[in-house]
Structure formats: structure tokens, C-alpha cells
């Protein structure tokens, strides 16, 4: 069987590059979309044993139209898209402008529609196909001084519900809500949602790859849902 193939985006660092890494693990043919960090995703696509490279702006439509005209013609098709890149700001929403509300929606919500737009017509050429979007615990919880964040995350949670209707069955599509992960010291804000977590602990990026694979490799009778991956924290 040929291997199948799969686009994480911002796939350079942190979640993106584990989500790479362990899909590369699996036997899947990962390809990995990066925007500025060009040095990190070289790095991360030797690691997953040669994987392809595809640098975008996401908030560009016409960018995102011509990096999937290059993932067709390079990869002939895609199997799978796991919408990864974001952007994450936090103001007081009395001071948020026109151009901070734009900053968060143009690369959240805005590119990971036109993302799905064009991974879906390639998928549905080839009949199959899968997508994982990955929101937030704060799509799901409102955070006071995230609420344009949380607005775009919300939106990533709904728009996957919509789009799985509109592909069934040929396509599934699911959200993976990551909690606290962080790749560094915790800031106060972090330290606090931890002291909250059931868990007792925070996430990894490998927690956030197990729930991607999940998907990815589930029946097509999955399809519109959403995993938090947060150690219980959106139950309390
Ligand atoms: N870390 C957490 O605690 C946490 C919690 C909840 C949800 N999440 C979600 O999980 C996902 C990954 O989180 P993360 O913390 O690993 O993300 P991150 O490091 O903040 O961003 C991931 C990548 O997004 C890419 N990106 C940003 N703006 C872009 C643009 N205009 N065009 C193309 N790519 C762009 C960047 O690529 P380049 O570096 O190549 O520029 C970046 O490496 C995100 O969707 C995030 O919202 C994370």
C-alpha cells in the first residue's frame, strides 16, 4: 500500500514539529508547511526521514492556493491535512484594534477554512481524506483577555462540525483542543490553569500527536468531533 500522505502546518516547532515527528513514526509520508521558521522545519523534515517542505504565508488566500497547487503536483494528491499554524495574542478586549482582531483571525480561522477548501478538492478527487483541526481549550472556555483568540478557536470548533457535514462521507474532519502546553518556564497565567488541571500537570506535544493520530487513523464513522486534550481541565 503507498504510504499516506499528510500536511501538518507551522509543522517546524513545538506541537506542529511532535504531530510531524510521530505521524512520521506511524509510516505516514509527512509533508511539512512552515512559514518563517525555514532553518527548524530542514530540521524536522530530516528527522522524519526526508519528509517534503512547503513554505506559505498563511494569511494570504492566493499563498494557500499556490502552496496546495505545489502539494498536488509534488505529492499528486494528499490523504491528510492537520491545520496546525496559529497565531495567540493577549490584549485587553477594550483595547483591541481592527489590525490585532485580523493578526489572530487572518492565520486561525480565515486560513484554516481555505486550508480545508483546498485539501478537500484534492481529497475528494481521490476519494478519501482526512482532517484534524487543532483549536483550543480556549475555543471551548472563555479566556478575559483572549476573547479575540477565543473567537477564532470557537470558530475552528464549529467550522469542523459544518465541514464534516459537508464532506461526509468521503472526508472526516475533527478538532483536537490542546490545554496547557507549554516548551519553556510556565508564565503565571499557565501556572494557574495547571494548579486547575486534574491531571495535575501540563500537556506535551506528543499528548496533542496521540489524539491527532487518532483521528487519522479512525473509521469514517468519525467525523465532527472534539477531543480536549487538557487533562480534564474543561471539566471543572
Ligand atoms: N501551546 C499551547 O499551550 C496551546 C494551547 C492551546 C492550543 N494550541 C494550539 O496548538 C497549535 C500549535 O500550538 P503551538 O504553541 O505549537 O503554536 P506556535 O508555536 O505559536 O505556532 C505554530 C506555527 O504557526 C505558524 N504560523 C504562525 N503564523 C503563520 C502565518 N501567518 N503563516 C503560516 N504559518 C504561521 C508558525 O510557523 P513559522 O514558525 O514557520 O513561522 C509557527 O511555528 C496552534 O493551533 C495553537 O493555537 C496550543
Redesign the pocket.
Known amino acids: 500500500m503507498e504510504p499516506r500522505t499528510v500536511l501538518v502546518?507551522?509543522?517546524?516547532?513545538?506541537?506542529?514539529?511532535?504531530i510531524a515527528l510521530h505521524l512520521a513514526r506511524q509510516g505516514f509520508h509527512v509533508a511539512i508547511?512552515?512559514?518563517?521558521?525555514?532553518a527548524?522545519?530542514r530540521a524536522v523534515a530530516q528527522e522524519c526521514g526526508g519528509a517534503e517542505l512547503f513554505?506559505?504565508?498563511?494569511?494570504s488566500v492566493a499563498?494557500i492556493e499556490a502552496m496546495f497547487a505545489e502539494v498536488d503536483r509534488r505529492l499528486g494528491g494528499l490523504y491528510a491535512l492537520v491545520?496546525?499554524?496559529?497565531?495567540?495574542t493577549r490584549f485587553d478586549p477594550l483595547d483591541i484594534t481592527e489590525r490585532d482582531w485580523d493578526f489572530i483571525h487572518?492565520?486561525?480561522l480565515k486560513?484554516v477554512f481555505f486550508c480545508c477548501q483546498q485539501a478537500a478538492r484534492l481529497m475528494l478527487r481521490s476519494g478519501a481524506g482526512r482532517i484534524v483541526n487543532?483549536?483550543?481549550?480556549?475555543g471551548i472556555r472563555p479566556w478575559a483577555d483572549h476573547a479575540h483568540?477565543c473567537a477564532s478557536?470557537a470558530g475552528?470548533i464549529h467550522l469542523t462540525r459544518a465541514l464534516a457535514k459537508a464532506w461526509a462521507p468521503t472526508i472526516t474532519v475533527n478538532s483536537v483542543?490542546?490545554?496547557?502546553?507549554?516548551?519553556g518556564p510556565l508564565d503565571e497565567e499557565?501556572e494557574a490553569m495547571v494548579r486547575l488541571t486534574p491531571a495535575g500537570k501540563?500537556?506535551t506535544?506528543e499528548d496533542?500527536a496521540s489524539a491527532v493520530s487518532y483521528f487519522l487513523n479512525a473509521t469514517d464513522y468519525v467525523t465532527g468531533q472534539l477531543l480536549a486534550i487538557d487533562g480534564g481541565l474543561s471539566q471543572r
Open positions: 502546518t507551522g509543522g517546524a516547532r513545538r506541537i506542529g514539529r511532535g508547511h512552515y512559514n518563517s521558521s525555514e527548524e522545519a513554505q506559505a504565508n498563511l494569511e499563498s491545520n496546525n499554524a496559529a497565531r495567540f487572518s492565520v486561525n486560513a487543532i483549536s483550543s481549550l480556549g483568540y478557536k475552528v483542543a490542546p490545554g496547557v502546553i507549554p516548551f499557565s501540563p500537556g506535544a496533542i
